[in-house]
């Protein structure tokens, strides 16, 4: 069973950068077809896809925050890692990594529990 | 860029069926997988390709879609599907989530 783990700072400033780092157990990020991506959940809002990437470095963002995010992925240490420029308040949410696996079409089949990253001075 | 519109709100008697639907122009013809987030858990798909349970989600979840809307229905409804569901289709390459629907068990 693949299990995915968020981890990172919890807070951070305003306009600094959030980063983040998604630990993948239970399978490979080096195999299959699969794609690795973020999404996040601001409090009482809806969820919102940030990106994701291939294991090969290929990557598609959200237009609206395409400016400000890199998605990028090591496979040797089988994580993914997520870093959001000129942070502000509006970015104040849950992030969650998960899968995304190819099976006709593409879903999200294993998720994290999601890490809460507050952005405040 | 493509909207998904969802009730914000639903309530169910325990027991009974309740239909949660996603609208979106041509919705049809795209597939849509749907997900349920419960506080302090991984979020879990439960439908994918529009009406496809993935393994251990239980047959009480069914999913369907034509025209501008597609309907995830949960029948017999138990305390335990009290949750948010949100619907999910890709626009090119670009993840689109539904705006989301919070189910309340009676």
């Known amino acids: 069973q693949v299990q995915l783990q968020e981890s990172g700072p919890g807070l951070v400033k305003p306009l600094q950068t959030l980063s983040l780092t998604c630990t993948v157990s239970g399978g490979s990020i080096n195999s299959g077809s699969n794609y690795w991506s973020w999404i996040r959940q601001p409090a009482g809002k809806g969820l919102e896809w940030i990106g994701r990437i291939h294991k090969s470095g290929t990557t598609n963002y959200n237009p609206s925050l395409k400016n400000r995010v890199t998605i990028s992925v090591d496979t040797s240490k089988n994580q993914f890692s997520l870093n959001l420029t000129s942070v502000t308040a509006a970015d104040t949410a849950v992030y969650y990594c998960?899968?995304?696996?190819?099976?006709?079409?593409?879903?999200?089949?294993?998720w994290g529990r999601g890490t809460l990253v507050t952005v405040s001075s | 860029s493509y909207e998904l519109t969802q009730p914000l709100s639903l309530s169910v008697a325990l027991g009974q069926t309740a239909r949660i639907t996603c609208g979106g122009h041509n919705i049809g013809s795209k597939n849509v997988n749907w997900y349920q987030l419960r506080p302090g858990q991984a979020p879990a798909l439960v439908i994918y390709r529009d009406s496809n349970r993935p393994s251990g989600i239980p047959e009480r979840f069914s999913g369907s879609n034509s025209g501008n809307t597609a309907t995830l229905t949960i029948s017999r409804a138990q305390a335990g599907d009290e949750a948010e569901y949100y619907c999910q289709m890709w626009d090119s390459d670009t993840g689109v989530f539904g705006t989301g629907t919070k189910v309340t068990v009676l």
């Open positions: 998960a899968r995304v696996t190819l099976l006709g079409d593409w879903f999200f089949d294993f």
